[in-house]
């Protein structure tokens, strides 16, 4: 990707300083993983069992771990490395568990941990055509993003998106295959494996297409099926969550979280505009909600405006 600087109406390439060092990617990444991923760093350079895991993240929104490991050369498979690096997670959760817990100073138990998000994300300055065309299915639990740092300390970082809707489980080849043993645990969801997993009417699914259909094009909205929601972000963060039940959809606007302490004394909460009074408030120790249970249309457009509020900010 190219950036340029607009100056009197004039656009001026702006030219990229590669990173000398595998290490200076990992340094910059470490630093900011809340802010580029929306991710905690836990620890970095992680070894077990003759692996060596470049940083280790925990997702709180998601109750999962992230892998993240960085490259500047393109003699690798992400495929073998990204599959061996969750295998290893799989069968030493413990291990796993007593990194964070060091780490973080917290307790978290194996019960706490949601396996089947975890996710391996590959870094580097840029993948060739082999590495893209790899994880080029619709279900593959890694994401590659290309970073490029430019003068005056610019940075870009841009996630190679997959195009097919193909399934890497054509893949797993003998009943040994890590695919395979991986793909049992972990599983990259859509939005329709999260409507079939909680088994809802048709109605519930018509009208999630509608209200999908009323926010799709608002700026830098993206949408992350998890098990037992749909997460809309803008700029990697979550705005707001849309939980499946078998009558209704549970709209669910974050208001304030805090993992590391009681929401309570966290200043700048958001604050719902609600003249109508459609939401109620729902809070524990680490977040606070607005919630409406979306029964049917008859307010979906005043529920619209509600949740842009939240996504503006």
């Keep these: 990707m190219d950036l340029y600087n607009l100056k009197n109406k004039k656009l001026n390439l702006i030219d990229s300083k590669p990173f000398n060092l595998e290490k200076d990617i990992q340094k910059v990444v470490e630093e900011n993983t809340q802010e580029l991923f929306n991710i905690d760093f836990v620890s970095s350079e992680f070894s077990l069992n003759d692996f060596r895991i470049d940083s280790l993240c ?47 100073k917290n307790n978290l138990k194996r019960d706490d941990v949601d396996w089947s998000s975890s ?37 870009s970082l841009n996630q190679h998106l997959p195009s097919s809707k193909e399934s890497i489980q054509i893949l797993e080849g003998t009943k040994d295959s890590v695919i395979k043993d991986v793909g049992k645990e ?41 098990r037992n929601y ?22 669910s606007i974050v208001r304030r979280v805090s993992y590391s302490g009681e929401v309570k004394s966290v200043k700048n909460k958001f604050s719902l505009d609600d003249p109508k009074k459609l939401f109620h408030e729902w809070n524990n120790k680490y977040k606070e909600l607005y919630e409406y249970d979306l029964k049917d249309n008859k307010k979906l457009d005043y529920l619209v405006l509600m949740l842009k509020q939240k996504f503006d900010t």
């Design 186 to 226: 972990v599983k990259v969801y859509t939005e329709y494996d999260t409507f079939r997993i909680k088994n809802v009417g048709e109605g519930v699914l018509e009208l999630y297409e509608e209200l999908k259909e009323k926010i799709s094009d608002w700026e830098d909205i993206k949408f992350h099926p998890k």
């Design 58 to 104: 925990y997702d709180e929104e998601n109750n999962s771990f992230v892998i993240i490991e960085y490259k500047k050369g393109k003699s690798y498979s992400v495929i073998d490395q990204g599959y061996s690096y969750l295998s290893l997670m799989l069968n030493n959760k413990s291990d796993f568990i007593l990194e964070y817990n060091e780490n973080k």
């Design 119 to 155: 996710k391996v994300i590959f870094i580097s300055p840029s993948f060739n055509t082999y590495q893209k065309n790899s994880v080029n299915f619709k279900d593959v639990p890694f994401e590659l993003w290309e970073i490029k740092k430019y003068k005056n300390n610019l940075i």
């Design 230 to 251: 749909i997460g809309v972000w803008k700029n990697r963060k979550g705005k707001f969550y849309l939980g499946p039940r078998k009558n209704y959809i549970k709209i």
